[in-house]
C-alpha cells in the first residue's frame, strides 16, 4: 500500500508560523495532485489546499487564503504547506493526499484522493 507520510506539526502560538511537509517513499509526488487537509474535533474533514501535477496550479480554502502556502520540491519528493498567521481555529489534524491527476482532484473533498498519510497534528495555542 503506497503511503504518504507528514511531518511539521506541533504547539504554536497564535500568529506563529509551521510548515508541513508531505513526502513518499515509494512513489513520485511530482505525478499526483496533492492535497492537503484537515479534520478537527467535532467537525468534518475540509479540504485546505491542492496543488495541480500539470501547471502547478493552487487552490486553498477562503479560511486560509493568504496566510497558507502550498509549494513542492520535485527533488525532494516533498510537498509543503507554509502556515502563517496561525490562529486557534487552524487547530487540527493535517493530513496530505495524493490523487491521478484530473480536472476535478483538487476540488475534491477527498474521494478522488486515493493515496493518504496518517496526519500530524497542529495545535495553536497561547
Known amino acids: 500500500q503506497l503511503q504518504l507520510v507528514e511531518s511539521g506539526g506541533g504547539l504554536v502560538q497564535p500568529g506563529g508560523s509551521l510548515r508541513l511537509s508531505c513526502t513518499a517513499s515509494?512513489?513520485?509526488?511530482?505525478?499526483?495532485?496533492i492535497g492537503w487537509f484537515r479534520q478537527a474535533p467535532g467537525k468534518e474533514r475540509e479540504r485546505v489546499s491542492c496543488?495541480?501535477?500539470?501547471?502547478?496550479?493552487?487552490n486553498y480554502a477562503d479560511s486560509v487564503k493568504g496566510r497558507f502556502t502550498i509549494s513542492r520540491d520535485n527533488a525532494k519528493n516533498t510537498v509543503f504547506l507554509q502556515m502563517n498567521s496561525l490562529k486557534p481555529e487552524d487547530t487540527a489534524v493535517y493530513y496530505c493526499?495524493?490523487?491521478?491527476?484530473?480536472?476535478?482532484?483538487?476540488?475534491?473533498?477527498?474521494?478522488?484522493?486515493?493515496?493518504w498519510g496518517q496526519g500530524t497534528l497542529v495545535t495553536v495555542s497561547e
Open positions: 493526499a495524493a490523487g491521478v491527476h484530473t480536472d476535478y482532484v483538487c476540488y475534491s473533498s477527498g474521494p478522488q484522493f486515493e493515496y
Open positions: 515509494e512513489f513520485t509526488l511530482a505525478t499526483y495532485d
Open positions: 496543488i495541480n501535477s500539470r501547471d502547478g496550479s493552487t
